[in-house]
């Protein structure tokens, strides 16, 4: 699969994954007339958004026809640590119905996760466990012409436990052993410096299996990460962690393009930003579009 050319831009609507998802008081309609005004070539969707029903769904693409964006990549978070086998096929179920709809909407990449860190789980278990699930489900992605983007992940919003492949070793021992072109890496730097480790070095380990990237700057708005860390076991995100403007937290994107720029990188960037509302993501969209200019060339 080729990627390379220069990176295109998607937004991802991190600041209102509440209002679309739990109460329902924004539709995704609606955030596409929104996201519309950024100027960026598409919007990355999560499965929470979506209705399965085919007059919602082809409502929904006409109404990125009409604005000229793609849907190019479809985020979930599917549970493969599920220990109960009824539970887990349904989750499988699951990530097989969203490569549908990936493909659906001409998309090409559909995440897939580890899975909750159950205190219960062995380390040995929980690898084996998600490398054989993802390998099984590569045929289907394949037949839809599907990419499955594995994110080094901290946590789902809705989940209890933390991401059972969050840290550098675990995450790397399971693409290590899934080797597909229909497979590949979705780098977030921010969740490596939640997993308490150095964005860069995982971004070298991995730099060659990355297909798609989403573009984020965490802070802590108070405590440390060793205080954040005590809180992971409990639903969704701790109150002292926060997305911040890009380009004003700890990721050092200058190195990060650096590297992407490398390896001939020319898939897609999606922003993950704005929790304080739509200026911050259009001071997003606009840092980024200059470092993809600086880095790759002129941003059309």
Same mark, same amino acid.
């Given at each position: ?86 539970? $887990? @096929?349904?989750?499988?179920?699951? =990530?097989? +119905?969203?490569? /549908? ?6 998309? &090409? ?110 802070? $802590? @708005?108070?405590?440390?990460?060793? =205080?954040? +860390?005590?809180? /992971? ?6 109150? &002292? ?60």
């Amino acid at each position: 699969m080729s990627r390379s050319g220069k990176p295109k831009l998607a937004v991802f609507p991190k600041c209102f994954m509440d209002q679309l998802c739990v109460d329902r008081t924004m539709t995704l309609f609606e955030w596409i007339e929104m996201a519309a005004t950024l100027g960026v070539e598409g919007l990355e969707f999560y499965s929470g958004f979506l209705e399965d029903d085919d007059r919602f769904l082809n409502g929904i693409k006409d109404a990125l026809a009409r604005h000229n964006l793609a849907m190019p990549m479809l985020c979930c978070s599917p549970d493969f640590t599920q220990p109960d086998p009824l539970r $887990l @096929k349904k989750e499988i179920d699951q =990530e097989k +119905r969203m490569i /549908e709809i990936t493909a659906f909407f001409g998309g &090409r990449f559909c995440r897939v996760l580890s899975g909750q860190r159950r205190p219960e789980l062995t380390r040995e278990e929980g690898v084996a466990q998600v490398v054989r699930v993802i390998k099984d489900l590569l045929p289907f992605a394949e037949d839809h012409g599907v990419v499955l983007s594995m994110e080094n992940h901290y946590k789902d919003n809705y989940w209890q436990y933390p991401e059972f492949a969050q840290k550098m070793d675990v995450f790397v021992d399971i693409i290590e052993q899934i080797d597909s072109p229909w497979f590949g890496v979705n780098f977030d730097p921010s969740n490596a410096i939640l997993a308490g480790e150095d964005p860069l070095l995982l971004l070298d380990r991995v730099k060659h299996r990355i297909v798609t990237m989403h573009a984020s700057d965490r802070y $802590l @708005k108070y405590g440390t990460l060793e =205080e954040l +860390r005590k809180e /992971e076991d409990s639903v969704g995100y701790a109150k &002292r962690l926060s997305h911040g403007a890009i380009g004003e937290g700890l990721n050092d994107y200058d190195k990060i393009f650096s590297t992407l720029r490398s390896v001939d990188f020319g898939s897609w960037i999606s922003i993950e930003d704005g929790l304080e509302g739509m200026d911050q993501l259009r001071q997003s969209v606009e840092f980024l579009k200059g470092k993809i200019d600086r880095s790759f060339g002129q941003h059309n």
